[in-house]
């Protein structure tokens, strides 16, 4: 174990300077669309990430732990599929966007363990590879989600790192995964200190779909050494904010322009209190989730936790956007009332249109 955290140590440290020093040679003040295409900073981050755990792939010594059932396509198709996406997303289609990323995310699961599903007991193993595409596909796109202000996305893949950093340094998931963790750890934290309010770089939505994609692989490697529950937790913040954004626009109706702006994130921003109340929720987020995470492993249902994740998750939103009775937003009886009127409303609004 000591070598292993001088493997981490230098990783973090290495990718840390070496992203800070390219990030710094960027323009500043300038949103990402008004770059031109060759200094837009996903590209740094991108090619670190990609070149980082390529390497820390070839010299972490595998008798650490079982890192056999992984190949090197597993660290860099990732990257290389994030950086199509975002250029497919800069061509401004955002259907054939969605259909690579959900291609993307099918193409990946052939390289998964053959002894690794999800839902053995329930699915057809083709089916079971459809489900965990499904949900690759939606970790991805639940990253830009948070994106809406500053460098909220950013401190949430370092949550999910540090989380994984946990899991792997108790032996829970494979010692690796920590050299893994603070290779990223390493290039989000030059991201954040340059993203982090008054912004200098910021990244579009459609870069954080390209980061999201390699966030969502990463869990994945994780969930493949029996650890599905616990990286999942990890992750469990984005599916947050995800059902809430489409339960605001879908079922409220919240016509918006982006679909960020039905979230808790982005509420919070426009209250003008971002620093304090994200501070405040990255800290209760680490420690809520961590703590479950770890907690998971000796759980013998690989589901109840998750799920109460979740709800803890929004619970602490609801009460950070400032709820006054945030208990209602977990009541099914109200949510229930809520929904249905809402549509009701809807159908009637339409129904007076048509005529």
Known sequence: MSFALIYVISALLICFTLSTFFLSRLQTDIYPEDYEFQYDPFWIIISVLLIGGSIAFYFFPEQYDSIQSYSLLHFLLPPIFGGIIYFIYLLGFPILTHLIILGFSLGMTPLLPESFYLFPEYL????????????????????????????????????????????????????????????????????????WPPEKLIMSQGAFLGIGFVAANFLLLGACEYADGSVFIASSFMFTELMCALYNRFIFGNATEYLFMNTYSFRISQEGKYELVTIQRIIKIFVINGVLAVIQVFAPDRLALPLFSILLNLWFLSILSGDTKPEQLLSVTDWSKKSIKKLLVRKNNKKKDSD
């Open 124 to 195: 057809l193993p083709w089916q079971d590879r459809c489900i965990t595409a499904i949900l690759l596909y939606l970790a991805t796109i639940s990253l830009p989600l948070l994106n809406c202000i500053g460098g909220l996305a950013s401190l949430q893949f370092i949550v999910i790192t540090t989380i994984t950093f946990i899991l792997s340094y108790f032996n829970y998931i494979p010692t690796f995964f920590m050299v893994i963790s603070a290779v990223y750890f390493g290039v989000m934290m030059a991201f954040l200190f340059y993203s």
